[in-house]
């Protein structure tokens, strides 16, 4: 445990979420000097995150299977059109254990030689000129500045230092809000099944779910979209509101009628797309602290790796070449681009109508769509976000009675978000 204020460092990562932990440890693998620097007083807390995630994470970023507390090999997707399930046949992906996950790259950081300071919360960005040089930061072993050649801000949705340096929004948009329960019990029909379940039957302008963790237990929670634009505060991640969705959703599954709580825990994300620039001299951003979620159900903690990863890849090159100026690190923007493409475009103008007001017959168009899919083209569908390969996306326009060809719908919300920057800019400046 490191608490030395006067120790400088290679780079210094703040957040020991998936990004920042990935990062830290990426970094230290390859010998740099790093400290992991996390505000909560313990490696895994806050501990949100419903955590679905496909097989390949846990091969492509070498994780021990132990972490994945639970397994599926079945997807069902249910909406006021009806409901299909998809069988794969065998163990298709895992439900994380999200504090784990977080235990287990702080660990591999100290492993390879980095250092892990804990509750310390980074306050601002240490300037010199126009060079981010270290972070203010106060915490139960004190208060200064610990200075790196690189900081990176991976402080999860409040993105504190990137705010900071006006890289982005402290408060973009409406947040999401998610809620989760762990119950003790799982019905056999949810056993190895993520079970997704859509629209205003279930959740408005949102979506529930019920995930399996581990044998006795499974994840039930729910997440709306633009939550204070539908009358829930974000303050304490909108619980009272929050709650009452929760528990009238549960109500729809008479089978959880003896079930027993065992942890309830939520949090606030922004999901926007993410945003362009990530880079300032010395300085990146990155994880939800860039709004790097995928807009069409809030998947995050695989990005979130690659995010890390790939930052990592940079930030050392970048060392060695003794350039860590915002010119040299936004390889990082072109390469998180390339990352996303535009299927999270896609993603974000279905998400926009999915979680807004379809009607019964627009809801059980795109149930047909769906249930035409096989299984593999589900997944391809809703993790590799492959839509224009998988379906024809004219029905996907008419079923969501998008008017035009997808390229001017696209350029139409292009236009429309520019206006609001330089709407929320002037504002700003006046």
Not at 53 to 74: A, H, M, N, V, Y
Not at 240 to 255: H, I, N, R, S
């Given at each position: 445990?490191?608490?030395?204020?006067?120790?400088?460092?290679?780079?210094?990562?703040?957040?020991?979420?998936?990004?920042?932990?990935?990062?830290?440890?990426?970094?230290?693998?390859?010998?740099?000097?790093?400290?992991?620097?996390?505000?909560?007083?313990?490696?895994?807390?806050?501990?949100?995150?419903?955590?679905?995630?496909?097989?390949?994470?846990?091969?492509?970023?070498?994780?021990?299977?132990?972490?994945?507390?639970?397994?599926?090999?079945?997807?069902?997707?249910?909406?006021?059109?009806?409901?299909?399930?998809?069988?794969?046949?065998?163990?298709?992906?895992?439900?994380?254990?999200?504090?784990?996950?977080?235990?287990?790259?702080?660990?591999?950081?100290?492993?390879?030689?980095?250092?892990?300071?804990?509750?310390?919360?980074?306050?601002?960005?240490?300037?010199?000129?126009?060079?981010?040089?270290?972070?203010?930061?106060?915490?139960?072993?004190?208060?200064?500045?610990?200075?790196?050649?690189?900081?990176?801000?991976?402080?999860?949705?409040?993105?504190?230092?990137?705010?900071?340096?006006?890289?982005?929004?402290?408060?973009?948009?409406?947040?999401?809000?998610?809620?989760?329960?762990?119950?003790?019990?799982?019905?056999?029909?949810?056993?190895?099944?993520?079970?997704?379940?859509?629209?205003?039957?279930?959740?408005?302008?949102?979506?529930?779910?019920?995930?399996?963790?581990?044998?006795?237990?499974?994840?039930?929670?729910?997440?709306?979209?633009?939550?204070?634009?539908?009358?829930?505060?974000?303050?304490?991640?909108?619980?009272?509101?929050?709650?009452?969705?929760?528990?009238?959703?549960?109500?729809?599954?008479?089978?959880?009628?003896?079930?027993?709580?065992?942890?309830?825990?939520?949090?606030?994300?922004?999901?926007?797309?993410?945003?362009?620039?990530?880079?300032?001299?010395?300085?990146?951003?990155?994880?939800d602290a860039a709004m790097q979620i995928n807009p069409l159900a809030g998947?995050?903690?695989?990005?979130?790796?690659?995010?890390?990863?790939?930052?990592?890849?940079?930030?050392?090159?970048?060392?060695?070449?003794?350039?860590?100026?915002?010119?040299?690190?936004?390889?990082?923007?072109?390469?998180?681009?390339?990352y996303i493409g535009k299927k999270w475009r896609l993603s974000y103008l279905?998400?926009?109508?999915?979680?807004?007001?379809?009607?019964?017959?627009?809801?059980?168009?795109?149930?047909?769509?769906?249930?035409?899919?096989?299984?593999?083209?589900?997944?391809?569908?809703?993790?590799?976000?492959?839509?224009?390969?998988?379906?024809?996306?004219?029905?996907?326009?008419?079923?969501?009675?998008?008017?035009?060809?997808?390229?001017?719908?696209?350029?139409?919300?292009?236009?429309?978000?520019?206006?609001?920057?330089?709407?929320?800019?002037?504002?700003?400046?006046?």
């Amino acid at each position: 445990m490191h608490n030395n204020f006067s120790e400088a460092f290679d780079v210094i990562v703040v957040g020991s979420g998936p990004a920042g932990g990935e990062c830290a440890r990426e970094l230290a693998r390859r010998g740099r000097k790093v400290l992991l620097m996390e505000k909560s007083t313990g490696i895994g807390r806050p501990n949100f995150s419903s955590g679905g995630t496909p097989l390949e994470t846990f091969k492509d970023f070498d994780l021990p299977f132990e972490i994945g507390r639970g397994t599926w090999s079945k997807v069902l997707i249910a909406a006021r059109g009806g409901a299909k399930t998809w069988d794969y046949g065998e163990t298709r992906g895992y439900v994380f254990a999200f504090d784990e996950l977080k235990q287990f790259l702080a660990a591999e950081t100290v492993k390879h030689g980095g250092k892990v300071m804990i509750s310390t919360a980074a306050e601002e960005p240490t300037l010199e000129g126009d060079s981010v040089v270290g972070v203010k930061c106060k915490g139960v072993f004190g208060e200064g500045v610990i200075r790196g050649k690189v900081v990176v801000d991976a402080s999860g949705p409040v993105g504190v230092l990137a705010s900071k340096i006006g890289l982005r929004e402290a408060e973009p948009e409406a947040a999401a809000i998610g809620i989760e329960l762990i119950v003790e019990g799982v019905p056999p029909e949810f056993r190895n099944v993520l079970a997704f379940y859509f629209s205003d039957v279930y959740v408005p302008h949102g979506y529930g779910w019920i995930f399996p963790f581990g044998e006795h237990q499974c994840k039930v929670g729910v997440a709306v979209y633009g939550a204070s634009k539908h009358g829930i505060p974000e303050d304490n991640h909108g619980t009272a509101g929050m709650m009452a969705l929760l528990k009238k959703f549960m109500e729809k599954f008479p089978q959880f009628g003896d079930a027993e709580p065992v942890d309830l825990h939520g949090g606030n994300i922004y999901i926007t797309g993410g945003i362009k620039n990530h880079s300032s001299n010395g300085f990146l951003v990155i994880g939800d602290a860039a709004m790097q979620i995928n807009p069409l159900a809030g998947e995050g903690i695989r990005h979130a790796l690659h995010s890390g990863r790939m930052a990592a890849e940079i930030i050392d090159r970048k060392l060695s070449a003794n350039d860590v100026s915002r010119r040299a690190l936004a390889e990082y923007d072109d390469r998180w681009a390339a990352y996303i493409g535009k299927k999270w475009r896609l993603s974000y103008l279905i998400a926009e109508k999915l979680y807004g007001d379809l009607t019964e017959d627009q809801w059980q168009y795109l149930m047909r769509i769906l249930a035409g899919l096989s299984a593999s083209e589900l997944f391809k569908l809703g993790f590799d976000f492959e839509f224009l390969k998988v379906i024809k996306f004219k029905d996907v326009l008419r079923a969501l009675k998008i008017k035009g060809s997808l390229q001017s719908y696209l350029r139409r919300r292009e236009k429309a978000a520019n206006r609001s920057h330089v709407a929320t800019t002037h504002q700003k400046q006046g």
